[in-house]
């Protein structure tokens, strides 16, 4: 999946029909949808705070702690200040908190990764430290709603990008 196209916002959720996929608007906005390439979805508060899901599919997923410590590799200047699993049914589910630096300033990165099915979501929030948005990345990733790809389906149908623009 990628890029924001084919989202529409409709009775507090985002939706995106043709995949099955919803995800509650967060409170406390206004959270603007923004484009970013190979997030399935991303939206940004005024105070530039950012949130992201990022589902990938595909017939051999890694465990979620793997894949959670992928996404906080990829950055510079990390200083991890937690992690560990979250109780969930049924999925595997990872859970980091960490601090970066970006362009000279401090950000907090939560990380919340689940594989189950064949799939993948990773849900980030990248904020200002102290910015209070913890318990709405709690509630927004928690509010998913999407299909359960069996493994060994084919990953091509499950990944396929998404087009058009944001309702």
Not at 37 to 42: D, I, R
Not at 83 to 111: S, T
């Amino acid at each position: 999946m990628g890029c924001a196209g084919g989202w529409v916002l409709d009775e507090g959720r985002y939706s995106f029909v043709e995949r099955g996929l919803s995800i509650a608007s967060p409170p406390g906005g206004p959270w603007k949808l923004e484009h970013v390439e190979g997030s399935t979805l991303t939206l940004r508060d005024p105070a530039g705070s950012t949130l992201s899901w990022l589902r990938t599919c595909r017939e051999h997923p890694a465990p979620a702690r793997n894949e959670s410590r992928a996404l906080l590799r990829g950055l510079e200047d990390v200083v991890l200040e937690s992690q560990g699993p979250v109780d969930a049914e049924a999925a595997d589910v990872w859970r980091a908190k960490a601090r970066v630096f970006v362009d000279g300033r401090e950000r907090e990165v939560h990380v919340v990764t689940r594989v189950v099915g064949g799939c993948t979501d990773d849900w980030v929030l990248i904020s200002a430290p102290g910015a209070d948005v913890a318990e709405t990345f709690d509630g927004w990733w928690g509010s998913v709603r999407a299909p359960q790809v069996a493994a060994g389906a084919d990953p091509e149908i499950a990944t396929e990008p998404a087009s058009g623009d944001p309702q």
